[in-house]
């Protein structure tokens, strides 16, 4: 379906049109139709499929179409689950709406607490925030939802795990009212917390469910290798870097320190690398991430931080240096890669740490992933035996014993044994004797 097919307002179109895009994905072809119809929505699709626009659009078209509901109060409130994301999202719709009399903040968490205030005080049109700080402006009274027309919620599970759950629900009841439109976007609807936060937030919704999350995107191809240790896995490393065609790479790491020690040696092969972590400052972070985006190095290393909310049509590959725990976060993270219409490859690096995790992500996506070798580079390790506890072994049954001749036995006399305290009596308590140390040896 084309976007043009849509009759979203003219003036959004023509700022739509920097964009490039003529036809639409799967999911916005689906939920922006009956968002632009006013209906609430409950909406999942994979990573990568183009959700932001699915909202974004049907959004700012409300905007230009209908009257405020209040002079004073934001129109539309995008909720998402990290700063890196909300970045994204902003920046996405700060395009949509160049040159036109909406206004639009980023509100974040870690980020100068005054500052948001007295943006709030100018009257933004748009809010894109993360639900902590917004609920903690809700809770000053520096902002007040009466008005606000549209709540949105990207990736909502993902607001859920980190506990964000109490700030939804404070910001639901702060804008709770009948007129009020709820866009809800999570990879997964089969969870029994999500269920239960959308039936609160949402009235009679249109669910649109495009595919599942456990299902793999088919622009991405993936690829798995054994590493015996370590220094294994980083020479794989470098013979891919050195001999794939690679645009731009995302490497997932499981530990912070592994992102900086990794960048390091990355460095040292000529090739222009990034790290991105939690202990990093938040100005120091959107730093990293525009300097990639803007493609000023071509290696990110990262933590999860960047498995959501990085979306850079020039990332070619990922490479999975750790396993992730979550079985989720492998989709997320591969997600990272083969994104607005384009191929990637998704390459992992599996060593006996990572066996268990990679065969839960195995298990979560229902497939088992076939194993490839590097010439030169081949693994010995093979893999671990299942965590399984072996099944105990039936006894045998027990054969009837023969019967053997009775005989009556005459009942002995017991002595009647009196206990005294012998301790009295010269004689030490009984101890347990004193384990040798390797002193006494």
Request: hydrophobic fraction near 40%; aromatic fraction near 8%.
């Amino acid at each position: 379906m084309l976007f043009s097919e849509f009759d979203l307002d003219s003036r959004l179109m023509k700022s739509f049109g920097h964009f490039g895009y003529e036809h639409a994905t799967e999911i916005q072809e689906r939920a922006i139709p009956e968002a632009m119809a006013g209906k609430d929505l409950l909406a999942s699709s994979k990573t990568g499929s183009g959700k932001t626009l699915a909202y974004l659009l049907p959004a700012v078209h409300r905007l230009y179409t209908r009257k405020a509901l209040a002079k004073r109060d934001p129109r539309v409130l995008i909720l998402v689950p990290t700063r890196e994301l909300a970045k994204q999202v902003y920046a996405t719709l700060r395009t949509l709406i160049a040159g036109t009399r909406f206004s639009s903040i980023l509100v974040l968490g870690g980020e100068n607490f005054n500052d948001q205030h007295k943006n709030f005080q100018k009257d933004p049109h748009f809010v894109v925030a993360t639900p902590g700080r917004m609920a903690d402006h809700l809770k000053q009274r520096n902002v007040f939802l009466e008005g606000l027309e549209m709540l949105i919620l990207d990736e909502a599970d993902r607001m859920l795990d980190l506990g964000f759950a109490a700030d939804l629900r404070a910001i639901n009841n702060a804008a709770n009212h009948r007129r009020r439109q709820t866009l809800f976007f999570s990879a997964t609807l089969d969870n029994t917390d999500v269920n239960e936060i959308a039936q609160e937030l949402l009235h009679e919704p249109v669910r649109v469910a495009i595919g599942h999350s456990q299902d793999e995107h088919q622009d991405i191809k993936q690829y798995v290798y054994l590493c015996d240790h370590l220094d294994h896995k980083q020479a794989l490393l470098e013979h891919f870097i050195r001999s794939l065609t690679i645009k731009q790479a995302i490497i997932f790491t499981a530990t912070k320190s592994d992102t900086v020690r990794l960048a390091e040696l990355i460095g040292s092969w000529d090739v222009r690398t990034g790290s991105l972590n939690g202990d990093m400052s938040q100005s120091a972070r959107s730093k990293v991430m525009d300097d990639f985006a803007r493609g000023k190095f071509d290696v990110l290393v990262s933590t999860d931080l960047a498995s959501r909310g990085l979306d850079i049509a020039s990332v070619s590959h990922v490479f999975n240096f750790d396993i992730p725990k979550p079985a989720e976060e492998f989709v997320h993270r591969t997600g990272r890669t083969g994104r607005a219409g384009f191929k990637g490859e998704a390459i992992s690096l599996v060593g006996p740490k990572d066996w268990f995790n990679f065969k839960d992500v195995e298990e979560f996506l229902k497939r088992t992933f076939v194993l490839s070798k590097v010439e030169g580079l081949e693994p010995t390790f093979t893999g671990i035996a299942s965590k399984r506890a072996p099944q105990k072994q039936a006894k045998p049954k027990n054969k009837p014993k023969p019967k053997a001749n009775k005989v009556q036995k005459k009942p002995v006399a017991r002595k009647k044994v009196v206990f005294q305290d012998q301790t009295q009596q010269g004689f030490e308590p009984f101890r347990l004797p004193k384990k040798k140390t390797q002193q006494d040896v």
